[in-house]
């Protein structure tokens, strides 16, 4: 079946650095993919709609600035936590949503983020 | 605006019983519905979902779920509870207004006692 990897599974840094997390599609192509957050004990949040070519769509409230998305192929995404915080620590997980099958989201592993 | 609830954060069932977990949605079109599972240390897994049709479907593992338009709801079930079914389970609307998204449920945490 369809497979998104997501790399790192999971990175401790220090306050103040960038971390870089990518999302892969390996076996499909994905125009589109989607970058959540999650807080312990809480359901995925939407961050961000990232379209392959084209400039990502943040929700409300989450800062583009901090949160840069490149979607530079159909394969690959990349979300870079600018200047990161402790508040930033949190599980980020992507998913990718399959161009031929309208609907149909395959899940990264996630990446857990800790900034001290 | 959409949103989907799940009423339940946490429920515990025993092995072998029945299990019902609710979802409701807000959304003003015909939604996409899904029923993802979450086990520690993994990504979400589809369980299930509902675009059209039959308004019971069935899923994987032996999990089923139903689409009722007039209460907004899509509750998953399972005749059987293993304790490997021991995991979080999301709810999720895809909607297609400008463009394709999913929306999810905070989740209802299972556990399965012996």
């Known amino acids: 079946g369809a497979v998104v990897s997501q790399h790192p599974s999971w990175v401790i840094c220090k306050s103040g650095t960038s971390v870089k997390i990518e999302c892969r599609s390996l076996?499909?192509?994905?125009?589109?993919m989607f970058w959540y957050r999650q807080f312990p004990k809480q359901s995925l949040m939407l961050m961000a709609t990232s379209n392959e070519g084209s400039k990502a769509t943040y929700e409300q409230g989450v800062e583009k600035d901090k949160f840069l998305i490149n979607h530079a192929s159909l394969t690959l995404s990349t979300l870079t936590v600018t200047s990161a915080h402790p508040e930033d620590s949190s599980f980020y997980i992507c998913?990718?949503?399959?161009?031929?099958?309208?609907?149909?989201?395959?899940f990264g592993s996630g990446t857990q983020l800790s900034v001290l | 605006a959409q949103s989907v609830t799940q009423p339940d954060i946490h429920i515990t069932v025993s092995e072998g019983a029945s299990l019902e977990l609710r979802c409701n949605y807000s959304?003003?079109?015909?939604?996409?519905l899904f029923w993802y599972v979450q086990s520690p240390g993994q990504g979400l897994q589809l369980l299930l979902k509902?675009?059209?049709?039959?308004?019971l479907v069935q899923g994987i593992k032996g999990f089923e779920a139903e689409f009722k338009r007039s209460q907004s709801s899509f509750n998953l079930r399972k005749p059987s509870v293993h304790w490997s079914d021991a995991a979080e389970y999301f709810c999720a609307v895809g909607t297609n207004t400008g463009g394709f998204k999913t929306i999810f449920g905070a989740g209802t945490r299972l556990f399965v006692k012996a």
């Open positions: 509902y675009f059209s049709g039959d308004t």
């Open positions: 998913s990718a949503n399959d161009v031929a099958g309208l609907g149909k989201l395959f």
């Open positions: 076996d499909f192509q994905a125009t589109t």
């Open positions: 959304y003003g079109a015909t939604p996409y």
